[in-house]
């Protein structure tokens, strides 16, 4: 993996993220997505495979493992 473009750290660790995504009007939140996580920035990063996969889940419009309530806060 070569080096951020944002911060230039090349220290990275592999993780299990959770994202929440805007589909179609209606956001999504997504469990357990393995990322590339930058240690010096924290930015996430998909493979293309995995990013490919999330986008197909949830324009598939696939029963979702379960809700969730979220508050929205205006900053
Ligand atoms: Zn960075």
């Known amino acids: 993996m ?3 473009k944002a911060c230039g750290g090349s220290e990275f660790r592999r993780e299990e993220v959770k994202e929440v995504f805007h589909v179609n009007g209606h956001y999504a939140l997504v ?4 990322a590339t996580v930058r240690m010096q920035c924290g930015e996430k990063t998909f ?3 995995t ?3 999330i986008r197909k889940m949830l324009h ?7 809700s969730v309530a979220m508050d929205v806060f205006a900053y």
Request: include cysteine.
């Open 2 to 4: 070569s080096k951020c």
């Open 51 to 53: 990013a490919e996969g």
């Open 31 to 34: 469990e357990h997505i393995p």
């Open 47 to 49: 493979d293309a495979e």
């Open 60 to 66: 598939e419009r696939r029963q979702p493992a379960r």
